[in-house]
């Protein structure tokens, strides 16, 4: 079969409603050639995520691979590694919890070489998935709920926790793009009836694991930030929302200790 052409291409994909179907298209022809390519170009245009169908994404200067069902990082979520980078010590300790593909704890990494990573997620898909892009840097990824199979070695010694929580209100999900609804798992969006179910149970036990300095970082939507902050000072802990408006993203930013600047 003979590779569709580039125009061909982008032509296609934008009557199935690919908004930025150039761009696409320049990522499935790096992807695959041939009949592959036709394959990729079939599950795309038939509505699967691009990342799903290539088998990566490029998140926060680094490549991710993702597999079919994993949650798809977003591009936003590079404010979490930003503010996070800055916070590293020397020789840092680094927990991803709601890891999805790895792909904070891997751009972290790519930073900070040598850190001790550890990342969690309770949907053994993506624990495959974080293995993958962690294991060969060293990282280690356990399966189970929140912070339940990270080691209690790690209590009290954790410089930063950052975690991808889901916060889509449970009405709100309805409203999310099919690619999300119909491909990624309800798990890595549900956040209950306002979002934050999983950010207060996280603010529950994040003051255990954090070393005297630490800090802990996770997204939300800006209409939630105020609460999430307050669910963050109520735990214990100094908070302070950053956003970022370029990128749509906002994060709650906390550490253990007021004497350690934000």
Not at 229 to 251: C, K, N, Q, S, W
Request: charged share 25%; aromatic share 4%; net charge negative.
């Amino acid at each position: 079969m003979a590779e569709p052409a580039y125009d061909d291409l982008v032509l296609r994909l934008r009557a199935a409603g690919c908004v930025f179907a150039e761009d696409e298209a320049a990522v499935l022809r790096e992807s695959a050639t041939g009949e592959a390519l036709e394959r990729l170009v079939a599950r795309r245009v038939a509505g699967e995520p691009l990342e799903h169908v290539v088998g990566w994404v490029d998140f926060a200067g680094v490549r991710v691979a993702l597999d079919p069902g994993v949650f798809i990082p977003r591009q936003r979520s590079g404010l979490l590694v930003d503010l996070a980078a800055t916070a590293l010590p020397a020789t840092p300790v680094v927990v991803d919890l709601c890891c999805g593909s790895g792909a904070l704890g891997l751009a972290l990494a790519h930073r900070h070489p040598g850190i001790e990573l550890h990342a969690a997620d309770l949907d053994p898909a993506a624990v495959a998935c974080a293995r993958r892009n962690l294991e060969p840097i060293g990282g280690t990824v356990h399966h189970g709920d929140l912070d339940a199979p990270l080691p209690r070695r790690l209590r009290g010694r954790v410089d930063v926790l950052v975690a991808n929580v889901p916060y889509v209100p449970v009405a709100a999900i309805a409203l999310m793009p099919p690619e999300a609804r119909d491909h990624e798992p309800r798990g890595a969006v549900d956040g209950g009836a306002d979002g934050l179910d999983v950010v207060r149970r996280l603010a529950a036990v994040a003051p255990a694991w954090l070393a005297p300095a630490g800090r802990l970082l996770f997204e939300v939507g800006e209409d939630q930030s105020a609460a999430a902050a307050l669910i963050v000072e109520e735990a214990g802990l100094t908070a302070r929302v950053h956003h970022d408006p370029e990128r749509a993203a906002t994060a709650v930013y906390a550490r253990t200790s007021s004497k350690t600047p934000l």
